[in-house]
């Protein structure tokens, strides 16, 4: 067979490191033929990272009177056993030669994390604020493919007003319209800020939605819709919803309220069914944290109650006994 040429990165970089090579250029088992392009250019970058367009990079090209472009052919590498068996085995140790050959280090970063990081570039946002994401391992665990990341990257963007990547306290009330002052909100900021920087950087924002994702979103969602449904009836009144959002939140405005209504009754009926219910919230993740909050605060008071109620017994039976007590040493 004639020789194949194929790029295991499956895209282009900065050359500044090597990605996760595809398995596909070792699937076969058979030996392959390593070899390392560079660009030893001064003023022009050849190597057409995501976040510069191909106009770009031939104009910059026809800029230079020469282009040059150097390759080491590395000497063939035959498989091992074990390698011809574990495809993924085979590209890891490929990739660490040729890396070293090159003199760069290697990243677990993919294809869709240049992705991601293109995203980040055309909104206008640091790269930084997802570089150091990992869609692979993301999505194994949490099931939340890269144009889902991105479609919450859109989201997120929507609020950060100083275009930094991350959202202050008040811009993380604002995307969760919900009203700075409340205490539930304050929680959630605090559970999401794992660095505790006083800011909600994207990565946080992602893996906890992410968590969200993986946890048992179904007992979570059924819980909540019966914190609405206070009558019982299988669906949210409007006056129910609205008496309960600002129980829990006394400052959320009549306008917030109703905008939440509007998105959840679908059908203009009046009010809002399970199914309804569920779809929303499954639509709007974020807003399962602050539903598991609530039911967890709610949970804990029902405890605390339990807990006084013995208490308050065992004092009154002391108080009996002390009163028998003192009544028979008279007698």
């Not at 999505?139 to 889902?148: Q, R, T």
């Not at 006083?198 to 906890?208: A, P, R, T, V």
């Not at 449904?229 to 009549?254: A, H, Q, R």
């Not at 539903?291 to 008071?301: G, P, R, T, V």
Request: a negative charge.
């Amino acid at each position: 067979f004639k020789p194949i040429i194929l790029f295991p990165e499956g895209t282009t970089t900065n050359g500044t490191a090597l990605v996760q090579f595809k398995v596909g250029a070792f699937a076969a088992g058979v030996p392959v033929q390593p070899v390392c392009l560079t660009y030893p250019n001064k003023y022009c970058d050849l190597t057409w990272p995501p976040n510069v367009s191909l106009g770009s990079t031939i104009f910059h090209m026809c800029c230079q009177f020469v282009n040059f472009m150097e390759a080491h052919y590395l000497p063939p590498y035959n498989p091992s056993e074990e390698e011809k068996k574990n495809p993924q085995l085979y590209a890891n140790n490929v990739r660490a030669l040729m890396a070293q050959q090159m003199n760069i280090p290697i990243t677990e970063h993919t294809y869709d994390d240049c992705k991601l990081m293109f995203e980040a570039h055309k909104l206008r946002i640091p790269e930084s604020s997802v570089a150091s994401l990992q869609m692979e391992p993301i999505s194994k665990i949490f099931n939340l493919n890269v144009d889902e990341a991105k479609q919450l990257l859109r989201e997120f963007v929507k609020y950060d007003q100083r275009h930094e990547g991350k959202l202050n306290y008040d811009e993380f009330a604002t995307f969760l319209k919900l009203p700075p002052d409340s205490e539930v909100v304050q929680e959630i900021f605090s559970l999401v800020d794992r660095d505790e920087d006083g800011m909600i950087s994207f990565k946080e924002y992602l893996l906890g939605v992410a968590a969200v994702r993986a946890s048992s979103r179904e007992e979570i969602i059924k819980k909540s819709f019966e914190i609405f449904d206070v009558d019982k009836t299988g669906y949210i009144t409007g006056e129910n919803f609205s008496l309960i959002m600002k129980s829990k939140f006394p400052t959320i405005s009549d306008e917030t309220i109703q905008h939440f209504l509007d998105q959840l009754d679908s059908d203009k009926s009046g009010h809002v069914s399970y199914e309804q219910f569920k779809t929303f919230a499954t639509n709007n993740l974020r807003y399962i944290r602050i539903a598991k909050l609530m039911i967890d605060n709610k949970e804990k008071k029902l405890q605390e109650q339990q807990h006084e109620q013995p208490e308050d017994i065992l004092v009154d039976l002391d108080s009996i006994e002390v009163e028998t007590l003192d009544f028979n040493i008279d007698n």
